[in-house]
């Protein structure tokens, strides 16, 4: 299983900004996707973002046109800019990476937006 970190969490206003970082604890393979799921208390993880390679990008429907998913040249890390934020983003976010029969997840990291 490859070891995923996560940091950028916090508390922030409605309309504010967020930058997520996950890091991958050894070398992965180009061809794997990382992403994004969050889940809120209650309600059932969701998909976020999706990063194959560098460039096919995959987001729900709820923060198109507001997060954005990127990732650095040796596919390790994965960053998610998260702008306008709202109360309903508000949830524990998880990192994944999936790469044929590896699916691992990290620890999560709280976002929580006030009104």
């Known amino acids: 299983q490859v070891q995923l970190v996560e940091s950028g969490g916090g508390l922030v206003q409605a309309g504010g900004s967020l930058k997520l970082t996950c890091s991958a604890s050894e070398s992965v393979s180009s061809l794997s996707t990382m992403g994004w799921y969050r889940q809120a208390p209650g309600k059932q993880r969701e998909l976020v973002a999706t990063v194959t390679g560098h460039t096919t990008r995959n987001y729900a429907d709820s923060v198109k046109g507001r997060f954005t998913i990127s990732r650095t040249t040796n596919w390790r890390t994965i960053f998610l800019q998260m702008n306008s934020l709202k109360p309903e983003d508000t949830a524990v976010y998880y990192c994944?990476?999936?790469?044929?029969?590896?699916?691992?997840w990290g620890q999560g990291t709280q976002v929580t937006v006030s009104s």
């Open positions: 994944n990476y999936k790469r044929l029969t590896i699916d691992s």
